[in-house]
């Protein structure tokens, strides 16, 4: 059985930082792309980061290019999602969810079966 614990959220100041981590359990991690998504208030899910199932290749939102990182620990089976320079409009419910993709540009979109419960990011101006 596919689980996902998602942890790490918070509420911070505009400006601030914070590590979102993923802990997963019941996959062969070398096998499986990792997606961070996000629902803010009111708005639909959107793709935020991925990687693919070696880390060696990473996806990253316009939204948050250059202020986010995403990394994984295959031997810890946990993603990790470091968060610098947060903005008013990061805040969201962050997912992270995981999958078998054909292609590395399915990255950001999926689709993605397992999802974790989420965790929330709330930031403030």
């Known amino acids: 059985q596919v689980q996902l614990l998602e942890s790490g959220g918070g509420s911070v100041q505009a400006g601030g930082s914070l590590r979102l981590s993923c802990k997963f359990s019941?996959?062969?991690?070398?096998?499986?792309?990792i997606g961070w998504f996000r629902q803010p208030p009111g708005k639909e899910r959107e793709g935020v980061s991925c990687?693919?199932?070696?880390?060696?290749?990473?996806h990253y939102s316009a939204s948050v290019k250059g202020r986010f990182t995403v990394s994984r620990d295959n031997a810890k089976k946990t993603l990790h999602l470091q968060m610098i320079s947060l903005k008013p409009e990061d805040t969201a419910m962050y997912y992270c969810?995981?999958?078998?993709?054909?292609?590395?540009?399915?990255?950001?979109?999926?689709?993605?079966?397992?999802w974790g419960q989420g965790t929330q990011v709330t930031v403030s101006s």
């Open positions: 969810a995981v999958e078998v993709l054909s292609a590395d540009n399915l990255c950001l979109v999926g689709p993605y079966r397992h």
């Open positions: 019941g996959i062969t991690a070398s096998t499986y792309y």
């Open positions: 990687i693919n199932p070696s880390g060696t290749l990473t």
